[in-house]
Each structure stands twice: as C-alpha cells, then as structure tokens.
C-alpha cells in the first residue's frame, strides 16, 4: 500500500514502530525515487522510522569503518544482499543506485575516476529538485559531468545558500536522525562553541535559469548520453565512433585546459551571454587560475566553469571538418598562458583519441610556427630600435 511516496507493509509478528535487528526484513518501506543514490535513499529510511543513520546501516549489515564520503556508494557485494534483504529491494535496483551504475568499480577506482570525471568529495545540486522530491538525492550529482538540471533548465549548485559548505563532502554522523533537504554542515558558533548542523533549506539556493532551448542544456544532455552508454557522432572522428569513455576522455581533456590556460575574455565569443555573465562573477569572487585545477583532473571547477569548459570543448569536436577544428584550437591556443596549464592537457597523450591527438598535432605545429615567427620578428624590432637610438646618440 502506497501513502507519501513510501511502501507500507506490515507483519503479523511485529508492529511498524517495532525496532528492526539484522536480517529482518523492515516492516515500512521506503521506495527510492528514479536516480536516487544510495546514500540518499537510507537516509530517507532513517528519517521514516526517526532514527539515526548509523542505525539504518546497523540493519543492513554495513560496516562502520572506513567512513568516506563514497562509502555508501560503493558497497560491497555482501552488503548488497544484505540491503537488499532487509530494505525488502532487488538487488539489481540497489545497484542502479551506486557508482556501478557507471560502470565504476571498487578494485579499478584511480582508473575510473579519471575517465569519468567524478567527485569524490562532494557533490553538486538542483534546489527545484530536492523541493520536488523531499530531499531525495539523486546520484547523478555526484559527478563533475552533471553541471545542469535538464529537467527544471538550470545551472546546478554547489554549495550550502547560508553557509557556503559543499555537499556530501562529509557522511552523516551515525548517531544523528537526517533531515532530507538540509544542509548538515556543522557550524561551530555561540559562546559555548558547540557544534550544529546548519539545517539550511537547500532548496532555497538561487540558481542561473535558462531557456527552453539553450546550448548548455544541449551539452548536458550530450553528455548524459554518452555516460549513459550511447554512441554519439562527432565531425572529428569521421565514420569512426569511439566508445564513449574516449569522447568523455577528449572532452575532459580540453574542457580543463580552456578553462585553465585560455583568458575569459577569449572564451566569451564562444558561450551564451548569460553564462558568460556568471561566470565572470564567479571569476571576481575567487582567486584565478586556480593552482590545484591546473595540475590535475581530480580537482575542479565550480559547475559554471564546468559547465563553460564542457560546452566549448563539444563545440570544438563537433565543427564540421579537421581545417575548422585546427583553426579553432589555434585561436586558443594564441590567447592561452604560456605557463604549465598550455601544454598540461596536450603532454599527457594517453587518453586522448587518435583524431584529437592528430588535429592537435596539426594545431600545435602551427602554433609554434606562428610564435617563432612573432619572436623573430620581436627581435628584428628591437634590433631596429637599438640601431636607431645609437644613430640619435651619434648625431648628438
């Protein structure tokens, strides 16, 4: 029997306030909602029954150490069974909730969070959605790709509205009952200095709207197709399809070097106005180019630079031929900083496609023609000048 999205059940043997020990099956259950991560969805469990976390994972048999903000998103195949049992939840449906539903795996965990992008330590939101849903989280935010709700047409966000914390970063305390849609940050305040959580409304937060038909909506939807496993033509592979972990991987590439190495001023020309506006905001509020962002892949941007460095980099692999894309990169390339983050994303090969590798190679060649042909002609200009300045000197 269905009543507020949960699925009640009762036992003849025991009530629903009955408390439940491990291997029971729980009298009232909760349906988990399309998307929703795992996490998420115990959480709602615990706030159903008013009891803390620590006990929901008592019952399903989960250990408690290590505690890290992935834990619940990649249990073991052991701890699988047990939810399952106990939650009353098939097992492949628990597994749609985890980091499997990406084709993640535990033992692979380096490999698989470089090729997809993922945070580790926090995660991303849309307030319309945990509005909609009570709180419930879904598990495509806790990837670097999901930068935009296509379903409410908004930049996602990614931090608490009245405290600033970043989400998820942190499990719940094991001996605190969650409140879906709040932030759980503790803040440290008051003459006693005790710790309390936050308990801002998430859903409150304000976030960049956008039109029914907008090019970052379309590169989000892109990219939810390509993690979703679905091939997807680009001009720069030709007839030839990559599997999508590569286009993933090329996007990744560029998207983190245009938003490192290339000036903003330079990359308006190729975003809507609207984010280019909040994306100099964001600019204004922090210190740029961000040092950790540029020496790695694991560490990023906000979602709106995400969002910007996604957009161009799908703009580029889509032009439709080699010459435009070569082109293309050139002017970047000719309006990017000369230091580390110009040459990081085009020294590490490995990743990257056989038709990307070639159109750089291509571009970089021109590229270091046309810049050692401005030095040559630098130097002429200086020589002149100095000839000059001894001929003024002479005729003094």
């Known amino acids: 029997m269905m009543r507020g999205g949960t699925i009640e059940m009762r036992c003849a043997r025991s009530s629903c306030c009955a408390e439940p020990t491990f291997g029971r099956t729980l009298p009232v259950r909760v349906a988990p909602t399309p998307g929703e991560a795992l996490d998420s969805w115990l959480e709602a469990i615990a706030f159903r029954y008013k009891v803390p976390i620590g006990d929901v994972m008592s019952w399903c048999g989960i250990e408690p150490t290590p505690q890290t903000t992935f834990r619940l998103l990649s249990p073991t195949r052991d701890e699988l069974c047990r939810i399952g049992a106990v939650c009353g939840v098939g097992s492949d449906e628990i597994r749609s909730m985890t980091m499997d539903h990406y084709g993640g795996h535990a033992a692979d965990a380096d490999h698989w969070t470089s090729a997809l992008w993922a945070r580790r330590s926090r995660s991303r939101f849309c307030p319309h959605c945990l509005r909609e849903s009570g709180g419930r ?5 806790r990837l670097n ?14 931090s608490c509205p009245m405290c600033d914390s970043a989400q998820r970063r942190q499990p719940l305390c094991r001996s605190r009952i969650p409140q879906p849609g709040c932030c759980p940050a503790i803040q440290h305040s008051g003459p006693d200095r005790h ?8 859903g ?13 909506l379309a590169a989000q939807a892109t990219i939810q197709t390509l993690l979703d496993g679905s091939r997807t033509n680009f001009a720069i592979y030709g007839a030839a399809t990559p599997p999508c972990k590569t286009v993933l991987s090329d996007v990744r590439a560029l998207a983190q070097w245009i938003m490192c190495a290339v000036r903003l001023i330079h990359v308006d020309s190729y975003l809507p106005g609207d984010l280019s506006s909040a994306l100099a905001r964001q600019r204004e509020t922090m210190e740029w180019p961000l040092g950790p962002y540029r020496r790695g892949a694991r560490i990023v941007a906000p979602a709106v630079d995400t969002a910007a460095g996604v957009t161009v980099a799908l703009r580029v692999i889509s032009l439709p031929d080699h010459a435009a894309t070569v082109l293309t990169l050139q002017r970047l390339m000719d309006n990017a900083d000369n230091g580390g983050p110009y040459r990081t994303p085009f020294s590490r090969r490995a990743g990257l496609s056989p038709a990307l590798t070639a159109v750089l190679d291509v571009a970089l060649a021109a590229d270091k023609a046309d810049r050692k042909l401005q030095s040559r002609i630098a130097r002429k200009l200086a020589a002149s000048t100095a000839v000059r300045s001894a001929s003024n000197l002479l005729v003094r």
Request: aromatic letters at 12%; a positive charge; one cysteine or more.
């Open 137 to 141: 989280w879904l598990l495509s935010w």
């Open 145 to 158: 790709w999901s930068f935009a709700c296509l379903t409410h047409r908004c930049l996602l966000t990614d």
């Open 204 to 216: 409150a937060a304000d976030v960049l709207r956008f039109p029914g038909r907008h090019s970052i």
């Open 195 to 202: 710790g309390r959580p936050c308990n801002a409304d998430l």
